[in-house]
């Protein structure tokens, strides 16, 4: 076999094209999942037993349910049912964010979860309601716990958007699929897409083990 990457050279542009939509995909659906997990975290530890049962149906349904499934739900589903245009971007935005936004729930609860008793009763004792104490005291020591965890979140939901070439969002994947086709070489273009892949990903997975040493180190 010849390795042959100059289609893949000559039609940059394409992928370039292709890798600015899953940029503008990721952003979308980091900002709509950390906004929407916080809300639904912060739900699932409320004392009210609405917040917590409605979260709580949310979070174990799009965590126990595919991101695929989701994202061709939105795209094919839901304009059936709703006089509604759904565009290939807002599916896989919907069902990336949504499902992203259940998982981020989670690590928001167990962070809140895993400050002591003591710190609450301490608040009580100063003489603050339950949302101060959780503004004040709890959230910013609960944020160190949870930023790890979260970052990896971000990784996770940047390989996500990858799932948008199912509904012809045109991401890098996509593009990288109609190049393979056009000039019969999948294994130079999908290779270069790997490869573009993890140039994006390392530098935040490095962050990633940078901010763990560095909270690891403070909490001694």
Not at 25 to 38: D, E, K, M, P, Q
């Amino acid at each position: 076999m010849r390795w042959n990457f100059a289609p893949v050279w000559e039609n940059a542009d394409v992928l370039l094209a292709g890798a600015l939509g899953t940029l503008r995909l990721f952003a979308l659906c980091a900002v709509c999942a950390l906004a929407l997990g916080l809300l639904l975290g912060l739900a699932r530890t409320s004392a009210a037993r609405g917040p917590y049962l409605l979260s709580t149906a949310f979070v174990e349904f799009f965590r126990n349910t595919p991101v695929l499934v989701q994202i061709l739900w939105f795209y094919y589903a839901l304009p059936i049912l709703a006089p509604v245009t759904v565009s290939p971007m807002a599916a896989a935005a919907l069902g990336i964010s949504l499902n992203s936004a259940a998982f981020t729930a989670e690590i928001v609860r167990a962070g809140i979860q895993s400050i002591e008793r003591g710190q609450w009763e301490g608040a009580t004792a100063l003489g603050m309601t339950r949302a101060q104490a959780l503004r004040r005291i709890v959230l910013p020591q609960a944020l160190r716990r949870m930023l790890p965890p979260l970052t990896n979140r971000g990784i996770e939901i940047f390989k996500m958007t990858t799932l948008a070439s199912a509904v012809a969002y045109l991401d890098l994947l996509h593009q990288g699929k109609a190049l393979a086709s056009q000039h019969f070489n999948p294994i130079e273009t999908y290779s270069v897409i790997a490869v573009v892949f993890f140039l994006c990903l390392l530098p935040l997975v490095q962050a990633t083990y940078a901010l763990e040493r560095r909270l690891g180190r403070s909490d001694r």
